[in-house]
């Protein structure tokens, strides 16, 4: 004797092949998705874990400070190569190097960019010791800008530039005097007085170079 289908007490009878079916692929669509959002919980506890690690076991240092520019080597190097004395600024507290360079082209030029080194100063001043030439080489930094008068600082005549509107380079004042055989022109975004006061701590060098050729 064949056993009979047991009688499914919603119904009050045996269901049906067809009930059966829809029954059966109901209960694996609830099992997928309760698996589905398993799943999902599990993915965002490790994230959560994953982003722990990096925050709390990750070891972090400070940011990488700028590195000291080392004018004085630097600079040696430039007096070996144009067989004469260069300028090297006296830092002091107030002043920061950002760059020292030898820059080559139609005049080469010795080039050193200061900053304050309190970051709540502002600006910039670019010493620029210009090989073998006169004035006429300043324009060319200065965006064709000729000397508008002349002061003397330190013993020394100075031609004065004072740039009406700032140019590519934000350079709005500047300061020039021969230095021998060379032109040195002190130009930037700082204040007239700032650049003066630099200008007349450079007077010993210049006069040293201009003694020199």
């Known amino acids: ?14 269901e049906t092949p067809e009930e059966t079916a829809a029954r059966k692929a109901e209960f694996s669509r609830n099992y997928r998705a309760s698996q ?7 993915a965002l506890i490790i994230t959560l874990a994953v982003v722990a690690v990096i925050i709390f076991a ?3 240092g400070e940011p990488a400070s700028t ?4 004018v004085a080597r630097i600079a040696a190097d430039v007096e070996s190569t144009m067989d004469g004395p260069v300028i090297v600024p006296e830092l002091g507290d107030f002043w920061r190097v950002n760059a020292a360079e030898l820059q080559g082209g ?3 030029v010795w080039n050193v960019t200061l900053a304050p080194a309190d970051e709540s100063e502002r600006g910039f001043i670019r010493v620029g010791q210009a090989f ?3 004035a006429s080489w300043a ?36 300061l020039g005097t021969q230095a021998g055989d060379d032109y040195v022109l002190l130009y930037g975004s700082r204040s007239a007085d700032s650049t003066a006061e630099l200008a007349e701590t450079l007077v010993p060098q210049i006069q040293t170079i201009s003694e020199a050729e």
């Open 139 to 174: 324009p060319q930094v200065l965006n064709g800008s000729a000397p508008t008068d002349t002061t003397r600082i330190g013993g020394l005549d100075w031609d004065v530039y004072e740039l009406a509107g700032r140019t590519d380079n934000n350079v709005s004042y500047a």
């Open 58 to 60: 990750v070891p972090r």
């Open 36 to 42: 589905s959002f398993r799943n999902l919980i599990a």
């Open 132 to 134: 073998d030439t006169d």
């Open 1 to 14: 004797m064949s056993k009979q289908p047991p009688v499914v007490a919603e119904l009050g009878r045996p």
């Open 67 to 70: 590195p000291e520019v080392d």
């Open 106 to 108: 139609a005049t080469t």
